[in-house]
T-cell receptor, first 112, second 112 residues
Framework: NAGVTQTPKFRVLKTGQSMTLLCAQD?????MYWYRQDPGMGLRLIHY???????AKGEVPDGYNVSRLKKQNFLLGLESAAPSQTSVYFC???????????FGSGTRLTVV | EDQVTQSPEALRLQEGESSSLNCSYT??????LFWYRQDPGKGPEFLFT???AGEEKEKERLKATLTKKESFLHITAPKPEDSATYLC?????????????FGTGTQLKVEL
């Protein structure tokens, strides 16, 4: 009963470095999301997916790319990290039937 | 523009002192109003979904209500373990993807 698993939990990057955050869910959910959470800003949607092989832009997509090659996995990539991308990143999934999202435990990313 | 505002930003209660958290929303078509609980260092945890004005849902010491413009999370006789940040979010009928727009949360502290 893992739910939504995010890796890594913590990461420090230097400006300009790249990395990929992995989200895996074992609930056979169609919909998956990446949010970032910053103090005073709440959760803001970066990208989302409505099914395997699909992706779409959210509210704050610039500087990020995503892929959903397998239904259970949703990857978030930072091609060239910037200090403004220092944040806590949350992945979430849902079956779309109104029971709300299931969130992962988050990845705390610091870009120096 | 669709938006959601939560108040107060922070609330400190004594154990047993009941109160309410407010979530005001503006959306062209409401698909659902969601409440989540978030503990420090963790992802949000789903509490309730409300779909139409007049609807109420309860879980232990929490009761969520919905009007056409607001939702309230009533906390009756709170305990220290109710301390957390409470987030509300709405899903609109436009845009697709079962996306949620989150408020910035109310940080609740319940003291002995």
């Amino acid at each position: 009963n893992a739910g939504v698993t995010q890796t890594p939990k913590f990461r420090v990057l230097k400006t300009g470095q790249s990395m990929t955050l992995l989200c895996a869910q074992d609930m056979n959910h169609e919909y998956m999301y990446w949010y970032r959470q910053d103090p005073g800003m709440g959760l803001r949607l970066i990208h989302y997916s409505v099914g395997e092989g699909t992706t779409a832009k959210g509210e704050v997509p610039d500087g990020y790319n995503v892929s959903r090659l397998k239904k259970q996995n949703f990857l978030l990539g930072l091609e060239s990290a910037a200090p403004s991308q220092t944040s806590v990143y949350f992945c979430a999934s849902t079956d779309g039937h109104g029971y709300g999202y299931t969130f992962g435990s988050g990845t705390r990313l610091t870009v120096v | 523009e669709d938006q959601v505002t939560q108040s107060p930003e922070a609330l400190r209660l004594q154990e047993g002192e009941s109160s309410s958290l407010n979530c005001s929303y503006t959306v062209s078509g409401l698909r659902g109003l969601f409440w989540y609980r978030q503990d420090p260092g963790k992802g949000p945890e789903f509490l309730f979904t409300l779909y139409s004005a007049g609807e109420e849902k309860e879980k232990e010491r929490l009761k969520a209500t919905l009007t056409k413009k607001e939702s309230f999370l009533h906390i009756t006789a709170p305990k220290p373990e109710d301390s957390a940040t409470y987030l509300c979010a709405f899903g609109g009928v436009t845009g697709g993807g079962n996306k949620l727009t989150f408020g910035t949360g109310t940080q609740l502290k319940v003291e002995l």
